[in-house]
């Protein structure tokens, strides 16, 4: 079984940082996706962004790109959402998730899910 730990929210300042990380252990597979999705209340689990673990392919989501940077550390097995210039519109709840897929950007296409760590940005 494939166990999937994010963490790393808090409170920040329109226009402040965070980094969010993901941390997956058990059973894992040789290729695989790393994404990052969002989900503020009422609205649904959104993409945000993704990596192919053995290739380093990412995928951003819109509302994201050019701001947030997805990276990966292959001998820590750890995932990394580092988010710039964060606006007040950024504040949900974020989820890492693990699929078998290529870059998935539903998210029915993943089937191992973080707890979700919230990011609250004031402004």
């Known amino acids: 079984q494939t166990q999937v730990v994010d963490s790393g929210g808090g409170l920040v300042q329109a226009g402040g940082s965070l980094r969010l990380s993901c941390t997956i252990s058990?059973?894992?597979?040789?290729?695989?996706?790393m994404a990052w999705f969002h989900e503020a209340p009422g609205d649904d689990r959104e993409f945000v962004a993704a990596i192919y673990w053995t290739t380093n392919h990412t995928a951003y989501g819109d509302s994201t790109k050019g701001r947030f940077t997805v990276t990966r550390d292959s001998a820590k097995k750890m995932g990394y959402l580092q988010m710039n210039s964060l606006k007040p519109d950024d504040t949900s709840v974020y989820y890492c998730a693990v699929s078998r897929g290529f870059l998935g950007r539903d998210r029915t296409e993943y089937h191992y899910w973080g707890q979700g760590t919230r990011v609250t940005v004031s402004s």
């Open positions: 058990g059973r894992t597979f040789s290729e695989f996706t």
